[in-house]
């Protein structure tokens, strides 16, 4: 049974930091994506960062609003993935959550992925 288990989450004064971490367990990174999102009140969901799981390593992807600003990276020993959020800003609050083992189609599309987690909200207060 595949779980992933968010925390990290908590809340901030704008131009502050968090580190969300996303582990996993009954599931392999391999050849896939470990993807972040978001969801705020009313809003759509968004991806904000993913990473395409190759052998020890990793290609990053980034939504266009927090490019510069979020790192995401992996612990292969911890089977886990973080997303480093600096410089945050009020329009970051929303709950985030992580997502495993995507089909085939865009990264940022949250119908194409199999296993989420419960999310951790962020709270940035201006």
């Known amino acids: 049974q595949v779980q992933l288990v968010e925390s990290g989450g908590g809340s901030v004064q704008a131009g502050g930091s968090l580190r969300l971490s996303c582990t996993s367990s009954?599931?392999?990174?391999?050849?896939?994506?470990i993807t972040w999102f978001r969801q705020a009140p009313g809003k759509e969901r968004e991806g904000v960062a993913g990473?395409?799981?190759?052998?020890?390593?990793?290609?990053?992807y980034y939504a266009d609003s927090v490019k510069g600003r979020f790192t995401i990276s992996r612990d292969n020993a911890k089977n886990t993935v973080f997303l480093q959020m600096n410089s945050l800003k009020p329009e970051d609050t929303a709950m985030y959550y992580c997502?495993?083992?995507?089909?085939?189609?865009?990264?940022?599309?949250?119908?194409?992925?199999?296993?989420w987690g419960q999310g951790t909200q962020v709270t940035v207060s201006s």
């Open positions: 990473i395409y799981i190759v052998g020890r390593g990793g290609v990053t």
């Open positions: 997502a495993a083992d995507k089909n085939d189609g865009s990264w940022s599309l949250g119908e194409l992925y199999n296993y």
């Open positions: 009954g599931y392999t990174y391999s050849n896939n994506f």
